[in-house]
């Protein structure tokens, strides 16, 4: 069993409103160092077998949007048996 | 200014609806490998000056909900100057 996690952000150029809203609300709790906040996604695959090509299929067809987000994953661990 | 990464997850007991309907999703797309699937937050903090006990605060407060949620932080990366 092989865990992945796949790190969705939207792109840099695009305005992220979720991410200004929790900007907004911590600076008005006085946390007035924050310059900025983006927020994304972070999803944990558990797969019965690794393949990279697949991953990268998963994602652009439908855990990103390949037109406004942007994508990377990584191998968390490699079970053997379990 | 400082990069923080926060991830965010839902504790591991607990019924991820979202992430169950992706895995759904990936498995009728013919992607049987997987196994399960977990929806988590990725929130990417600049901040002017890094303090650690106050990043704890940020999260606690705001960022995650400590009765459900589980968080995790890294700094990414400090750039002098900017």
Redesign the interface.
Same mark, same amino acid.
């Given at each position: 069993?092989t865990t992945v996690r796949v !790190?969705?952000?939207l792109k840099p150029s695009l305005l992220d409103s979720a +991410?200004r809203t929790?900007a907004g609300? =911590?600076k008005k /709790?006085g !946390?007035t160092? /924050?310059?900025?906040?983006? @927020? +994304?996604?972070? @999803?944990? /695959?558990?797969?019965?077998?690794y393949?990279e090509a697949?991953v990268k299929?998963?994602c652009d067809?439908? =855990?990103a949007n390949p037109v406004i987000e942007d994508y990377r994953f990584e191998v968390v661990k490699e079970t053997v048996g379990a």
């Amino acid at each position: 069993m092989t865990t992945v996690r796949v !790190y969705v952000t939207l792109k840099p150029s695009l305005l992220d409103s979720a +991410g200004r809203t929790v900007a907004g609300s =911590l600076k008005k /709790l006085g !946390y007035t160092e /924050l310059s900025e906040a983006r @927020i +994304g996604k972070l @999803i944990e /695959l558990k797969l019965e077998n690794y393949d990279e090509a697949r991953v990268k299929e998963m994602c652009d067809k439908l =855990l990103a949007n390949p037109v406004i987000e942007d994508y990377r994953f990584e191998v968390v661990k490699e079970t053997v048996g379990a």
